[in-house]
T-cell receptor
Framework: AQKITQTQPGMFVQEKEAVTLDCTYD???????LFWYKQPSSGEMIFLIY??????QNATEGRYSLNFQKARKSANLVISASQLGDSAMYFC????????????FGPGTRLSVLP | DSGVTQTPKHLITATGQRVTLRCSPR?????VYWYQQSLDQGLQFLIQ???????AKGNILERFSAQQFPDLHSELNLSSLELGDSALYFC?????????????FGPGTRLTVL
């Protein structure tokens, strides 16, 4: 069965600093996708970044980058130049390729950006 | 704004009742997903529909059912409600049903069962 682990329930970072949110996953699938979502206190789920299991380069989207280490089964999110608006819950998720796309989410990490 | 709409935004009801949550996917998206987010269980995948057909089932209770209509909007029906069903229910949509398809989430429906 697929599983996502996020070992940091809460993280603090100083404004303008970089921060890494950890994510490890467990799957026996060869083809899968890895995603990060942000959930601010308002409750909506915002898509941040995607990495395919066969992508050789790490994904980047603006200030977000995904540090993908396939052999270690890790997909850490790096946020550069943190802003106060980055304070939120961050979820790592994995999808499996197949007849139906099934998403598994991790428990989340609450990031607080300090002024 | 993700382009996915959900109604209602808030719903308060009593135990034993039945409610229907509605979702309209982004224009052009064929897949719709339903999730339940509660404090103790986290974000749980319930069910997926693709172009009107059920494609994947997760931790969906037998008291819950869903469907996707020809215009691609979807409804999640929750019956014989219990206190533990209180949660935030998200709908998400994606273009197809491939592993690389990003799911875009609606704003959610907050259900409170009293």
């Amino acid at each position: 069965a697929q599983k996502i682990t996020q070992t940091q329930p809460g993280m603090f970072v100083q404004e303008k600093e970089a921060v890494t949110l950890d994510c490890t996953y467990d799957t026996s699938d060869q083809s899968y996708g890895l995603f990060w979502y942000k959930q601010p206190s308002s409750g909506e789920m915002i898509f941040l970044i995607y990495q395919g299991s066969y992508d050789e380069q790490n994904a980047t989207e603006g200030r977000y980058s995904l540090n993908f280490q396939k052999a270690r089964k890790s997909a850490n999110l790096v946020i550069s130049a943190s802003q106060l608006g980055d304070s939120a819950m961050y979820f790592c998720a994995m999808s499996r390729r197949g007849y139906g796309q099934n998403f598994v989410f991790g428990p989340g990490t609450r990031l607080s950006v300090l002024p | 704004d993700s382009g996915v709409t959900q109604t209602p935004k808030h719903l308060i009801t009593a135990t034993g009742q039945r409610v229907t949550l509605r979702c309209s996917p982004r224009s052009g998206d064929l897949s719709v997903y339903w999730y339940q987010q509660s404090l103790d269980q986290g974000l749980q995948f319930l069910i997926q529909y693709y172009n009107g057909e059920e494609r994947a089932k997760g931790n969906i209770l037998e008291r819950f059912s869903a469907q996707q209509f020809p215009d691609l909007h979807s409804e999640l029906n929750l019956s014989s409600l219990e206190l533990g069903d209180s949660a935030l229910y998200f709908c998400a949509s994606s273009e197809q049903t491939l592993a690389g398809d990003t799911q875009y989430f609606g704003p959610g429906t907050r259900l409170t069962v009293l």
